[in-house]
């Protein structure tokens, strides 16, 4: 079993930054499909940001040239780097990994509040 543990959100004006972090319980960071997603009330969850084991990524449009995805191996972590923060950012923003093709371990969700 693999335990995913957020942190890292508040609330930040509009143009700020931000960098959440997601813990994992076990070393599945190098080896796992890691990513971040996002969700506000009434909508569906937003895939926001992918790291490939080989280190690939890929971000949604809206986010691009202003979020990056990263891990640290030795400290078994994800971070997601936040910048240039707009009101629409604001979400509960999950981590996840993928171990089979599936995003079957989620963390707890930490919330991002942008002000205008």
């Known amino acids: 079993q693999v335990q995913l543990v957020e942190s890292g959100g508040g609330v930040v004006q509009a143009g700020g930054s931000l960098r959440l972090s997601c813990a994992a319980s076990?070393?599945?960071?190098?080896?796992?499909?890691m990513a971040w997603f996002r969700q506000t009330p009434g909508k569906q969850r937003e895939l926001v940001a992918t790291?490939?084991?080989?280190?690939?990524?890929n971000y949604a449009d809206s986010v691009k040239g202003r979020f990056t995805i990263s891990r640290d191996n030795a400290k078994n972590t994800l971070f997601l780097q936040m910048n240039s923060l707009k009101p629409e950012d604001t979400a509960v923003y999950y981590c996840?990994?993928?171990?089979?093709?599936?995003?079957?371990?989620w963390g707890q969700g930490t919330q991002v509040t942008v002000s205008s």
């Open positions: 076990r070393s599945i960071v190098s080896i796992y499909t």
């Open positions: 996840a990994a993928a171990s089979s093709g599936r995003y079957n371990y």
């Open positions: 790291l490939f084991t080989g280190g690939n990524t």
